[in-house]
């Protein structure tokens, strides 16, 4: 079992920046997949990075060049640096590991809001 605390959400003006933290209660060196996901009110979830175990990192196309996935692992952390926030960017983001054995974990969400 792993637990995820992200933080580092919050109001932000159109064009700013906000890091999101995700916090894991163990190691997670070993894992087959990471990344944030998000959810805009009144839509389904969905991806903005990911990386593999191969450590291939993927972007959504929204979100490319703006956004940065990176990790942490003596801290057991991941990170979401993401830059020239656009309106569209509101979202509660979710962090995501799934770990050897496929069994997937989910944050409890930290919420963006991008708005002046």
């Known amino acids: 079992q792993v637990q995820l605390v992200e933080s580092g959400g919050g109001l932000v003006q159109p064009g700013g920046s906000l890091r999101l933290s995700c916090a894991a209660s163990?190691?997670?060196?070993?894992?087959?997949?990471m990344g944030w996901y998000r959810q805009a009110p009144g839509k389904e979830r969905e991806l903005v990075t990911t990386?593999?175990?191969?450590?291939?990192?993927t972007y959504a196309d929204s979100v490319k060049g703006r956004f940065i996935f990176s990790r942490d692992n003596i801290k057991n952390t991941m990170y979401l640096q993401m830059n020239s926030l656009k309106p569209e960017d509101t979202a509660v983001y979710y962090c995501?590991?799934?770990?050897?054995?496929?069994?997937?974990?989910w944050g409890q969400g930290t919420q963006v809001t991008v708005s002046s």
């Open positions: 995501n590991y799934r770990d050897s054995l496929q069994r997937n974990y």
């Open positions: 163990r190691s997670i060196a070993l894992f087959s997949a």
């Open positions: 990386v593999t175990s191969g450590y291939i990192t």
